[in-house]
């Protein structure tokens, strides 16, 4: 089911007024993607470029072209280990973040 304009207007403007639900969305994007959940993952983690970043931006400071970044987090996207790296390392980078991997038993 593809999400409305509305609701994505809604992640966009909550993210650009609450600095915990921004963090919140990367956070959340990561986890599901190291839970093995790619397909939630990257549409977590498109939500937060489109409400924080923009791909316009994300594409000059990686060197990728925005509509190849869209295509590689698109839902039948497959973004190799390098193109995801580098697109986390950006965004963690523009917004001041930095996660890390913890271990939990």
Not at 32 to 42: F, H, R, S, V, Y
Not at 52 to 63: A, D, V
């Amino acid at each position: 089911m593809a999400l409305t304009r509305s609701f994505k207007d809604t992640v966009k403007a909550r993210a650009e007024h609450d600095p915990a639900f921004r963090d919140a969305l990367l956070t959340e994007a990561v986890d599901q993607l190291l839970a093995g959940d790619i397909e939630t993952g990257k549409a977590v983690l498109r939500d937060y470029i489109n409400a924080t970043i923009g791909f316009e931006r994300l594409s000059q400071e990686t060197g990728t072209s925005s509509k190849s970044l869209m295509r590689m987090l698109g839902p039948t996207g497959n973004p190799t280990a390098t193109n995801l790296f580098g697109v986390l390392r950006t965004v963690q980078k523009a917004s001041g973040v930095q996660l890390s991997v913890a271990i939990g038993r």
